[in-house]
C-alpha cells in the first residue's frame, strides 16, 4: 500500500525544484511523489523525467498544458494512489527529522488499525533573503499527538489559520468532497483548505515544524504588489468558498467547525480588502464591495456574522483612513511574519 502521495506542481522550477523534490524522496518506499510540469518552457521537465528514470518505482510524472497551481494539484489528486495527500510547492521543502517523525506515527497508526482524516503539523517560513524563520504552530490549538475532533480544539488566534503547508488529508476525502480547484488562480489553497474540512471528522496534531515555505522571490502571490494584482483573483476564490456551505446550519450540530470556518471566511474578506485597498481607486473599492454585497444577497445571516467578526469587521473601507489602516495593517504584519 502507498501510505502517502507528494505532490509537486512544477512552473519553470528548475532552479529549486531539485532541493524540493531531494527532502522527500527519504520519507520511504511506501510513498510517491508525482510531479507536474505545468507546461514549463525550461528544462523543468526533463529534470522530472530524470527523477522518474532514477526512481521509477517512487516518482511519476505528468507533463500537462499550462493550467495554473491548482489544476497541478488537482491532476495529483486525480492520479494519487496514497491513503494521504500532502501538496509541497516545488521552491519549498520538508524538514527530514520532521518528515521522518510524522512517517513513523502514520505508520504506527496505520498497523494498529487507527484512522485520521487528517494530520496537522506546523509550517515554517524561510525568509532566505536575511536568513530569519517564523515559525506558525498549532500547540495552543489542538491537542498534541492525540486523536481529537473540531469539538475538542481551542479557538485559533487572530492571525492563525490552517494553510496548505500544515495539512496532510487522507485522499479519499479530498475526492469524496468533490474538489476541483480552478484553472488559472492564483490563492487556490485557500479552497483547498476550506471546502474539504467538514468531512474531516479525526485529527491529529503533531508538533513539528516540518513544512518549510520559502520566501524570497519577487513573483509570489503572497507580496503585497502582486495581491494588488490579482486582487479579482482572491475575490473570485472567496466568493466560491461562500457558495460551499451552509453554516448557519452547520453550527447547529459542529459550532467549533463552523467557528473556524467563520475565522477562515472573515480572513479572506480582509485580505480581498487589502489587495483592493493597495491600490486604492473607485472601480477597485467598487469591486471590494461587491464582496460585500454577494454575500448578504447569498446568505443574510452569514453577511451579519461576519460584519461583526474580529478580522473582517475592519475591511469596511469607508474613509480613506480606515483603508490606509488595513493596509497598514497587513504591511506591519508582513514584516513581523516575513512572508513576502
Known amino acids: 500500500m502507498v501510505l502517502m502521495t507528494f505532490t509537486v506542481p512544477c512552473y519553470n522550477s528548475e532552479e529549486y525544484m531539485q532541493k524540493c523534490i531531494n527532502s522527500l524522496l527519504p520519507a520511504g518506499d511506501d510513498t510517491e511523489i508525482i510531479i507536474v510540469d505545468d507546461g514549463s518552457t525550461d528544462s523543468t521537465g526533463e529534470i522530472a523525467d530524470g527523477y522518474a528514470a ?34 509541497v510547492d516545488s521552491d ?54 492525540q486523536i481529537c475532533s473540531w469539538e475538542e ?26 474538489l476541483e ?15 474539504p474540512l467538514p468531512d474531516v471528522k479525526t485529527i491529529y496534531y503533531m508538533p513539528l515544524d516540518l513544512y518549510r515555505y520559502f ?9 503585497l504588489e502582486n495581491g494588488a494584482k490579482r486582487a479579482d483573483q482572491q475575490i473570485r476564490v472567496t466568493k466560491m468558498m461562500v457558495d460551499c456551505f451552509d453554516l448557519r446550519e452547520m453550527g447547529k450540530t459542529r459550532p467549533k467547525l463552523r ?5 477562515e471566511l472573515g480572513m479572506m474578506v480582509l485580505i480581498c480588502a487589502v489587495f483592493s485597498y493597495a491600490n486604492d481607486t473607485p472601480e ?18 452569514l453577511y451579519r456574522r461576519l460584519r461583526w467578526s ?23 504584519f508582513k514584516k513581523i511574519v516575513k512572508f513576502g
Open 181 to 195: 480547484l480552478p484553472k488559472h488562480t492564483f490563492y487556490v489553497d485557500n479552497l483547498f483548505m476550506y471546502k
Open 92 to 145: 519549498d521543502w520538508l524538514d527530514g527529522e520532521a518528515l521522518s517523525k510524522l512517517m513513523a506515527r502514520m505508520r504506527e497508526h496505520e498497523a494498529a488499525g487507527v484512522d485520521v482524516d487528517m494530520y496537522v503539523a506546523n509550517y515554517v517560513y524561510e525568509h532566505v533573503a536575511d536568513n530569519t524563520t517564523f515559525v506558525m504552530d498549532y500547540r495552543r490549538v489542538f491537542p498534541h499527538e
Open 54 to 87: 532514477a526512481h521509477p518505482d517512487r516518482v511519476r510524472v505528468i507533463h500537462q498544458e499550462n493550467g495554473g497551481h491548482g489544476e497541478g494539484v488537482n491532476q495529483g489528486i486525480r492520479n494519487a494512489k496514497g491513503k494521504y495527500f500532502k501538496v
Open 153 to 178: 480544539i481551542r479557538p485559533f488566534g487572530v492571525t492563525q489559520y490552517l494553510m496548505m503547508h500544515s495539512v496532510y488529508y487522507k485522499t479519499a476525502i479530498l475526492r469524496d468532497c468533490g
Open 259 to 263: 467557528r473556524y470556518l467563520l475565522h
Open 215 to 223: 520566501i524570497g522571490r519577487a513573483d509570489q502571490s503572497v507580496t
Open 310 to 332: 474580529t478580522t473582517a469587521m475592519v475591511a469596511t473601507g469607508k474613509s480613506k483612513f480606515s483603508r490606509w489602516i488595513d493596509v497598514c495593517g497587513y504591511r506591519f
Open 284 to 301: 477597485r473599492r467598487a469591486e471590494f464591495y461587491a464582496v460585500w454585497k454577494y454575500i448578504k444577497d447569498k446568505d443574510p445571516w
